[in-house]
């Protein structure tokens, strides 16, 4: 009786680690075309530390973070060049593709920390750091923020931040599981 389970269960992972794949290899492919890639960094963080870096650079600028193996998670300030998860403005903490978009009013240098989660040794990732121009095309969006947020990241880009949020939790949600399942088939 477990063994018809068990491979469904095998099967059904397989094919959603295939999907997680290929989603991850066309991440490229939802950048719009008014973003300029400005810089792409490769690191490793071994498990509880953190690596810090130091923007320069002005104006709204999307930073887009994925672990290639391991997990690591994205903290962002413009009060302190050494963010963490108990100092930060911006964070993004996901078991995916984690995604900080740093609005133009921040104070310049603004420090980006990566933190190694402890879940894994070593974690491998890969940042991309993009100028976001659709400020420059229209910068009425930019001079009312509503709430110290960024006006129009709310606007433009608030449906599909959440779905990528929702994604997210899904995922997360889905990868405690197999843990789980996996834990107590082995």
Request: hydrophobic letters at 40%.
């Amino acid at each position: 009786m477990a063994g018809p389970w068990r491979s469904a269960l095998l099967v059904l992972l397989a094919s959603q680690a295939v999907a997680l794949a290929r989603a991850s290899e066309d991440d490229d492919d939802d950048v719009p075309e008014e973003w300029l890639l400005l810089h792409v960094v490769h690191g490793q963080i071994g498990a509880g530390n953190y690596s810090y870096l130091r923007l320069n650079h002005e104006g709204r600028i999307v930073l887009r973070m994925r672990s290639l193996s391991g997990d690591a998670d994205l903290y962002v300030s413009d009060s302190t060049l050494h963010p963490s998860f108990d100092d930060y403005k911006l964070q993004s903490a996901t078991c995916g593709q984690d995604s900080v978009a740093i609005p133009a009013h921040f104070q310049r240098p603004v420090g980006i920390g990566i933190y190694g989660h402890p879940s894994h040794q070593e974690s491998d990732f890969e940042m991309k750091v993009f100028y976001d121009r659709t400020v420059d095309q229209y910068p009425l969006v930019e001079a009312y923020p509503s709430d110290g947020a960024d006006a129009g990241q709310k606007h433009a880009h608030a449906p599909k931040e959440a779905s990528q949020e929702e994604e997210s939790v899904l995922w997360t949600i889905l990868i405690s599981i197999l843990k789980l399942v996996l834990e107590i088939l082995f």
